[in-house]
């Protein structure tokens, strides 16, 4: 961790003169060109990868060349002296991780020089996040955090007339609508992007729809999500024939008559022939060019000088009737919002992306599970962190935590890479996501000092097991006697199972509550398959099972577990029950519990119906399987491989993972109050367990893929899918980024005519958190614990890719094939879980959405060796169901960031739908509220400081920008659905 990070805490993201009106009008310096030509914004700009085929540290420093030639420092370094020299000139910066780096590193005066560029807005930060976040594996909670992280280093820096203006997503691979919205919300006026699918930009092309408004919520009213969207129509890079980077090829502008190379005719001519065309495609006469591309500029003498020519002889030509000047996307945005046209409206999304018919760009949906899964994880872990950082209320735990320079940040930062658009993704190289990795591994292990010094008073007090999904815990296995610490991180409490890996042989177990009394435990032994993926990282043989009911809303409870000889007679032996597998020779098998039933055919072994039994919802199970696609290598129809990137099977039927087409099924048996088990062995390297847990209202698939085998030459493509008697009409439908949901319709896309070309990979989607088909009276839903990619390809099916394995490569740039290997270099195992519902129509919404944010923020398992069990929550209350503490922040000392968020859509459910009011006063236990304000979503400015520009669009849809509510308690938060409402707080100890 660099030093320079903990000294920057408090200056990051504390109050400092962030919020004031003292601004002019961001948009007066803009030149808005001449009315009565074509005007041309010459926007130079470097697109800076926060990790790719280089590290985020090599990127920096521009190590390793024989990778990449890309330096991020030297492209600042040349830039500035340029816009220092010249007022004309211009530059846009992005991705905040590097330009924070190089920040630290300036003198003063290269600090005032910056401050002076920044206030003239001739330097602009454009977005503003710590990175370019990917749009389809991100999850909104992170996508928040990152961009927080971003901008209000930019406003604690530079001051509120820094603030960016414009979204800028010009390299993720495809585009989704409640990214638009988060973005409305953080108060930007526009997003330009360079990325959607061929067919799509060929039809937008012909009807002048470049650029329209994107309507981000089919929730929160008209404009307050709605997003003026335009897409670059060079992606981000030049026109061809004007790259003037020291990497390019194209020939510089040679103005000397006398020279027998002199080309400024032809370079004049070609550029008005490139303006001409493209303005073909826009509705006003201004159009904006990107003069840049990825890492460009580390020599910006070249590109301006050679900029300053083409502008120079282009305005002078006779016959041009164009304007060309230096600009920015703000102000060109700036100009289309004073044409005074009318725009259409979008209200889908731009998923899936496809660059040519047989390019879908629908593997990343899945690439590099093990690292997606890592990255969900840690975002539980991040928001434990500061929730009990800024929680804690002893002065002298406080002392501790700041005299050690142990805090949330480290993790913060990994986490705010991790949502790059090549990390999550599990687009980089091997040893770039090694690098993630290891950069939220670091974060992780500060961030668990944080919780144990918040929470007990000491920072190695509590101890955490990483591995407990694979039964890896020394700590618990070998001890007669620990602790069990459960931290809820949600606003309510919630019933939970903790599953904790022991050594059974001699001896009973038994688990006591905070108050002393006898919990109800199950000891169950070790699979199989948890076996062959652990190898030889651990031993245990058995878990000991037990419920973890009304753990407190921010906040834990603690479980007292002591092993005693076996034979000990007392009441508590008749508490704890035993388990031992079974396999099964034949005939049909069933598990239930209070909820649900689900029934496992004898001859196949697979799943064959799931009973709701509480509403009496059937669902007949066509099958349930575990399949592969063979990727394809290249075919008579096109060369493209599958890839990181490119979901390409070389066919549409999928192959199965079974052996001899039976699955092998083995039976939780003995008395089995609490879980109810099948482990089904697909094959040597496809597993899954089917869980019924006492009390719990969904059916729970633990699946285990890996090493997948390559032996017959081709990479496998691993899905699970569910084959139902629901008639669907090729409808299904997903979430967006674990928000809104949206459906999806087989082969159609609802805003051109597609050609489908690969009937597979073409319908695949991004899932976050959940998917569901359903009819006029049923739903079967399916909720993820990490980001994957899904489709229902025949009617009354879903399924969901799980794992990947390549031997091709897909050309993007990458140059490696997605090939993980393991520990143990035979392929990489990967292990998730899938939640299955069952529900009526009318209450599918309800369970699916909370139980999605219960998984997504599940609680926090940690041990310690006290034998007094304790219990404590941060509320004074539990917030209502339909209501989500998003974040709790602390900025500074007495100040708090805390967001709330309305979890449900506004025709999710006759109840939970409706507005609903919090008072936050007395809300956090041993506080009280003495000051709020609402700030943006991004935290980086007043809520009422934001005035955004204003849009017609075709539909007539403008409303005012600014609600106007009125309460006689001013600490009363009322939101309607889907809203969510940013607060800067001052609290005292109560």
């Known amino acids: 961790m660099r030093l320079i990070l903990i000294s920057l805490l408090a200056g990051l993201l504390g109050a400092g003169h962030a919020f004031d009106k003292t601004c002019p009008n961001p948009y007066e310096s803009c030149n808005l060109g001449d009315p009565t030509k074509l005007n041309v914004h010459l926007v130079p700009h470097t697109h800076d990868d926060v990790g790719w085929l280089k590290t985020v540290d090599q990127y920096f420093y521009g190590a390793y060349s024989n990778i990449q030639q890309a330096g991020v420092q030297y492209i600042l370094d040349t830039v500035i002296p340029h816009l220092d020299e010249d007022p004309a000139k211009r530059f846009i910066y992005v991705e905040i991780a590097f330009f924070e780096r190089w920040w630290q590193e300036q003198s003063e005066n290269i600090k005032e020089k910056v401050r002076n560029l920044i206030n003239q807005r001739r330097l602009e930060f454009i977005l503003g996040g710590w990175c370019m976040n990917d749009e389809a594996a991100t999850h909104y909670n992170a996508i928040i955090d990152q961009m927080t992280l971003g901008l209000r280093f ?7 007339c820094a603030r960016p203006l414009v979204a800028w997503q010009i390299d993720p691979f495809g585009h989704s609508r409640e990214q638009a919205s988060l973005f409305a919300q953080m108060g930007f006026d526009g997003l330009f992007f360079g990325r959607l699918d061929f067919a799509d930009k060929e039809l937008r092309e012909k009807e002048k729809r470049m650029e329209e408004i994107w309507r981000g919520s089919e929730s929160l009213s008209p404009p307050h999500a709605d997003l003026f969207t335009g897409v670059n129509q060079n992606g981000y890079g030049p026109p061809k024939g004007f790259c003037f980077d020291a990497y390019c090829t194209d020939e510089p502008i040679m103005d000397d008559p006398n020279l027998e190379d002199y080309n400024v005719d032809e370079k004049v001519k070609y550029f008005q022939d490139a303006a001409r065309e493209q303005s073909r495609h826009f509705k006003t006469n201004h159009i904006m060019m990107t003069m840049g591309s990825d890492f460009q500029y580390s020599n910006a003498h070249m590109w301006y000088k050679n900029l300053d020519k083409i502008i120079k002889y282009v305005n002078a030509a006779k016959d041009s009737n164009m304007s060309l000047f230096y600009s920015t996307p703000s102000c060109y945005l700036y100009a289309l919002n004073k044409a005074g046209k009318n725009w259409t409206v979008k209200t889908d999304d731009f998923f899936p992306y496809a660059d040519s018919p047989h390019q879908y760009w629908t593997g990343y949906f899945t690439s590099r599970p093990t690292l997606k899964g890592y990255v969900r994880e840690s975002n539980r872990l991040l928001q434990v962190c500061k929730q009990t950082e800024a929680l804690t209320a002893n002065d002298a735990v406080l002392k501790r935590l700041e005299s050690s320079g142990t805090s949330s940040y480290p993790l913060l930062e990994a986490m705010g890479v991790a949502q790059h658009h090549d990390a999550v993704s599990g687009t980089s190289k091997q040893h770039v996501a090694n690098d993630y990795a290891k950069r939220l591994y670091k974060g992780r292990e500060s961030c668990k000092a944080v919780i144990s010094t918040a929470v007990k008073g000491s920072s190695d007090y509590l101890k955490f097991c990483d591995y407990l999904n694979i039964t890896v815990c020394n700590y618990t296995q070998h001890r007669s006697k620990f602790t069990v610490f459960v931290y809820n991180p949600l606003g309510r409490k919630v019933n939970t199972y903790v599953r904790v890996p022991v050594s059974d042989a001699g001896g009973e177990y038994t688990v006591t509550d905070s108050h002393g009394a006898v919990v109800k435990s199950q000891i169950v ?32 409870t ?73 990727a394809s290598m290249g075919n008579k129809e096109s060369a493209q491989q599958s890839g990181a990137y490119i979901f390409r099977p070389n066919t549409s039927t999928p192959f199965t993972c079974t052996q001899n087409g039976i699955v092998t099924l083995t039976v939780l048996e003995g008395n089995t109050p609490l879980v109810q088990e099948v482990h089904q062995k697909f094959s040597d390297w496809a597993w899954q367990i089917v869980r019924l847990y006492k009390g719990m209202r969904y059916v ?248 955004r520009l204003r849009w017609s669009s075709a539909d007539n849809s403008v409303a005012d920008d600014d609600r106007k509510l009125h309460f006689s308690d001013p600490y009363d938060v009322t939101l309607q659905p889907m809203e969510i409402k940013t607060y800067r707080i001052k609290m005292i100890k109560s």
């Open 154 to 160: 930019i406003n604690e820096t530079f001051g509120p």
């Open 525 to 556: 032994p070790v699979s199989m398959s948890t076996i062959l993926v652990r190898r030889n990282k651990g031993n245990a043989d058995s878990e000991i099972v037990f419920a973890a009911e009304n753990v407190p809303a921010l906040g834990y």
């Open 558 to 630: 603690e479980f007292f577990v002591t092993k005693t000889n076996r034979g000990f007679a007392s009441k508590v032996n008749a508490l704890q029950k035993r388990s031992h597998l079974k396999r099964v020779e034949g005939g049909d098998v069933s598990i239930g519990n209070e909820y649900f039933k689900v029934t496992f055919n004898g001859k196949t072994g697979q799943i064959s119906s799931i009973l709701n039994v509480e509403s009496d919802v059937a669902m007949p199970m066509v099958n349930q399987q575990l399949l592969w696609y063979n």
């Open 700 to 947: 729970e698939v633990e699946w285990t893929i890996g090493p997948i085998p390559f032996k017959d030459g081709f990479g496998k493509e691993v899905i699970t899918r569910y084959d139902t008697n629901l008639f669907t009409n090729g409808e299904f439908y997903t979430d967006s980024n674990g928000r809104e949901i949206l459906k999806r319709v087989i082969d159609y896309r609802p805003t051109w005519k597609l050609n489908q070309s690969e009937p597979v990979a073409g319908n695949y989607y991004p899932v976050n958190s959940r998917m569901f088909l359903n009819n006029s009276k049923s739903q079967f839903t399916i909720l993820t614990d990490r980001s994957q990619g899904g489709a229902s390809l025949i009617n009354g099916s879903l399924e969901v890719m799980l794992h990947r394995r390549l031997f091709g490569e897909d050309s993007k740039g990458v140059g490696e094939c997605l090939n993980e290997t393991g520990q143990w270099d035979d392929g990489l195992i990967t292990r998730g879980k899938h939640y299955l519902l069952v529900d009526k129509i009318e209450d599918a919404s309800k369970y699916h959405r909370e139980l999605a944010e219960e998984i997504f923020m599940d609680p926090l398992i940690a041990f310690h060796d006290n034998d007094a069990p304790s219990e404590k929550s941060g509320l004074s209350a539990d917030l209502p169901k339909n209501v989500h503490l998003l974040t709790v922040f602390k900025i500074e000392d007495g100040y708090w960031l805390v967001r709330l968020e309305h979890q449900f859509q506004k025709d999710d459910d006759p109840e939970l739908s409706d507005p609903v009011t919090v008072n936050v006063k007395n809300l956090f236990a041993g506080y009280e509220v003495v000051d709020i304000e609402e700030l943006s979503l991004a935290a980086n400015s007043l809520k009422t400081d934001i005035t």
